[in-house]
């Protein structure tokens, strides 16, 4: 069966809303994936807002308590979309990121996806129904919970995608998809309609912050292709950039992240 990856990004689920509207965009993409995994990112800006809490507490917050923190923003995303889907009587339901069965190494607020073991995923898949799962996080081989660093829901959505063999992944965002420059800051720059990986690397490493470099390396790895759009006009059927290398084949068995267990200024 047909299987697509949809990524929603903060500014896409930012208010309750907002779930509603992207739960719209789940429902009308389902009529052509019969398997559809959804990964989100927290509301808006309530990550910033956990770590400023934090920092009220302590001015260096651990990172493992921190990583304790932040990931519950995410997990906040996943249950009110898949309460949004129900509501619609679609069956939903939602995982965090050690439910998914995302392994990361050890390293905290800056952790590698070593693994990803989605059984859980696929049986509820199997049975029909749209799987939610918190981004950003996972579980180390130590028991302990991680998070991948700032842009990781994309990383996320990608390694899902690689896992159970995805048609595509695909991220909603505030933009229509990638540009040349950022177009918030240059509103007459030109939107490309197809890009190879390489490219794609290239226009973010330079700081359009349009996609998460981790994942477009992830991608190029696994050749698994990739479509960025807009989620705020859901009757928009155009527009979008597309990346992939065309020709490309897939690693198998999948390829994540290296390990990394670089010190990132933690207590």
Do not use: W
């Not at 309750?16 to 509207?21: A, S």
């Not at 992207?22 to 807002?49: F, H, P, W």
């Not at 400023?52 to 260096?60: D, G, S, W």
């Amino acid at each position: 069966m047909k299987t697509l990856i949809m990524k929603f990004g903060g500014a896409s689920v930012a208010t309750p809303d907002h779930f509603l509207r992207i739960a719209n965009l789940i429902l009308e993409r389902r009529q052509e994936y019969q398997r559809i995994v959804v990964v989100v990112s927290a509301m808006g800006n309530t990550t910033d807002k956990l770590i400023e809490l934090a920092k009220m507490v302590h001015p260096q917050p651990p990172c493992r308590e921190q990583d304790m923190l932040v990931s519950v923003g995410e997990r906040i995303s996943m249950s009110l979309l898949a309460m949004a889907l129900i509501r619609k009587n679609q069956s939903a339901v939602s995982f965090t990121g050690s439910q998914s069965g995302i392994i990361t190494s050890t390293t905290h607020s800056e952790a590698k996806i070593i693994h990803v073991k989605p059984h859980r995923i696929v049986k509820d898949l199997e049975r029909g129904k749209i799987v939610i799962v918190a981004g950003f996080q996972g579980v180390s081989r130590e028991g302990e919970i991680t998070t991948l660093g700032r842009g990781g829901s994309d990383t996320t959505a990608v390694a899902l995608g690689v896992a159970i063999d995805a048609e595509r992944v695909e991220f909603y965002k505030d933009v229509k998809g990638i540009y040349e420059e950022d177009p918030k800051k240059r509103p007459g720059s030109k939107l490309f309609d197809k890009l190879n990986y390489d490219a794609a690397i290239a226009i973010v490493s330079r700081g359009s912050g349009v996609l998460h470099e981790r994942c477009l390396q992830l991608a190029k790895k696994n050749q698994i292709p990739l479509f960025v759009k807009s989620f705020l006009d859901s009757k928009e059927k155009e527009g979008g950039t597309l990346i992939m290398d065309p020709g490309g084949i897939r690693n198998c068995p999948a390829v994540f992240e290296e390990e990394c267990e670089a010190s990132v200024g933690c207590l």
